[in-house]
């Protein structure tokens, strides 16, 4: 029952995928950004569908299970601060430059060098969040149907593979409605029947009024607050969110979308955290040992659609940004003449998805992987996107020197602290007696207080750029327009 209900999930998603995908038409804008055309209901379940992903309920239910209820928690309402302050502050302006993939901005506003840095620490990020999708898959398919956690890994982005390629962001927006309905409807299902079976009774400090999570260093406060930090604003620099902003057919749209999207994340995503702290246990467990079959069935196959509506668009975002922003790849659509960008962007989806198999292998963790990713686009890129958006003074050696220092200090705290959020830090540790567990939480703010100061210090002992962010057009008709002679 088990396999057949995921089953008609994935098939499901598959036959939306492929029968959109005939609207690619051979145009890489309609590949990456959907034409610019997709309506309100499309972009905000596309929102919607990159922020429900399996880190953020399957981690949700790990982290809330061990370590209280904001501990999970802070995984969907991070990500549904990020898309409310999107909402409020980026996504009009962000429309209306008509870009394609998010360092196009770091180009048009600091010149090539800051656009390939930030894409080279754009795909790394990223390949970290698919991987996080991958590991989920794995551990659900290995324990109700049977394969191996490879196997499972294998089934996931086989399947991711299928429809992302043939129709891109147009496959990857409508399978997230499709994703989001089985999603919603199993958080809600689950979360009745917990209420109605078990209570909704949190064991003493782990429940959601217990804020001692949010004050107390010794009940995780600080790892708590890193979290939101790092998703909240870390995320409003994320390929796969302003890749759907793009896609808007306006900048209205794009706004009102976020909101909606913003809204439905917590709502989906904050009962996966509060079964946890009901029952004590993992989902997966809980899922096993006391479930009715058909509640199973029905969580199980959301959990699969979350995983997929989040690494689809990952996937394709990374490889448009590696052919794009890293390979210099543009549009050039001609009747009969293959698109140059479309063509890199499929094959490079293939070394993407390569490397976040390894990782996924390497480092099994769930929500742990979600927030990592973010952290670093916190250290690195939040500042010169944020200032860069609405501040003239920063030019190009600032942002430089901000990615540098921010990218440097987390990493070299990273190695230092034996956890990271909580979890024992398999990655990248090295024993000392500099940094213990208590200190975990703490380099997300540091790295980025550092690359902030350096930014402002540089920026005002420096030229000023002389132009913000939100002035940026992009003249796609002068970069990528068809050559008037074959």
């Not at 804020?211 to 708590?224: E, F, I, M, T």
């Not at 809980?286 to 659609?305: F, K, N």
Request: charged share 10%; net charge positive; aromatic share 8%.
């Amino acid at each position: 029952m088990v396999i057949l209900g995921v089953a008609l999930a994935i098939v499901s998603m598959i036959v939306v995928g492929l029968l959109v995908a005939r609207r690619v038409a051979g145009d890489s804008r309609n590949f990456l950004v959907a034409g610019r055309s997709l309506a309100l209901p499309v972009v905000a379940a596309s929102l919607m569908g990159q922020a429900v992903d399996t880190n953020a309920t399957l981690g949700a239910t790990d982290l809330a299970a061990g370590l209280g209820f904001w501990a999970g928690a802070g995984l969907p309402l991070g990500l549904a601060l990020c898309l409310l302050l999107t909402g409020l502050f980026f996504a009009r302006p962000m429309n209306r430059m008509g870009l394609t993939t998010l360092p196009d901005f770091f180009r048009l506003r600091y010149g090539r060098a800051v656009e390939v840095v930030a894409a080279l620490l754009m795909i790394a990020a990223f390949a970290i969040l698919v991987a996080g999708n991958l590991v989920a898959g794995g551990f659900l398919f290995e324990r109700f149907l049977g394969t191996s956690y490879s196997g499972g890994v294998l089934i996931i982005v086989a399947v991711v593979l299928i429809y992302t390629l043939a129709g891109g962001l147009l496959s990857d927006a409508y399978t997230s409605i499709v994703q989001m309905l089985i999603t919603a409807a199993a958080s809600f299902a689950l979360l009745f029947w917990v209420a109605a079976t078990f209570g909704l009774r949190p064991a003493p400090g782990m429940g959601p009024f217990d804020l001692g999570q949010l004050s107390d260093p010794g009940q995780g406060a600080v790892v708590n607050w890193a979290t939101l930090v790092a998703l909240g604003i870390g995320d409003i620099v994320a390929i796969d969110f302003m890749q759907r902003i793009f896609a808007a057919r306006s900048p209205d749209v794009a706004r009102r979308a976020c909101f909606i999207a913003a809204a439905g994340t917590a709502v989906i995503g904050v009962p996966f955290a509060l079964v946890a702290v009901a029952t004590g246990q993992g989902l997966l467990a809980l899922l096993d040992g006391a479930a009715p079959a058909g509640l199973s069935v029905l969580v199980l196959a959301g959990i699969v659609s979350a995983s997929l509506s989040t690494a689809d668009g990952a996937v394709l975002g990374t490889a448009a940004v590696a052919v794009r922003n890293v390979g210099s790849a543009r549009r050039v659509h001609r009747p009969g003449r293959a698109d140059p960008l479309l063509r890199a962007t499929r094959w490079a989806m293939l070394p993407v998805v390569g490397g976040a198999l390894l990782l996924a292998l390497r480092v099994p963790q769930t929500g742990v992987l979600l927030t990592l990713a973010f952290d670093l686009m916190l250290a690195c890129l939040a500042v010169p996107f944020l200032l860069g958006l609405f501040w003239r003074r920063g030019s190009a050696p600032a942002a430089l020197a901000a990615l540098a220092v921010g990218l440097v200090v987390r990493l070299v705290l990273f190695a230092l602290t034996p956890t990271m959020y909580g979890a024992p830090n398999t990655l990248l540790y090295f024993p000392n007696t500099l940094a213990g567990a208590a200190f975990d939480g703490w380099p997300t703010f540091i790295a980025l207080g550092a690359s902030l100061l350096v930014y402002v210090g540089v920026a005002l002992s420096t030229a000023p750029a002389g132009i913000r962010g939100v002035d940026l057009r992009m003249e796609e008709t002068r970069e990528e327009a068809a050559p008037s002679s074959p």
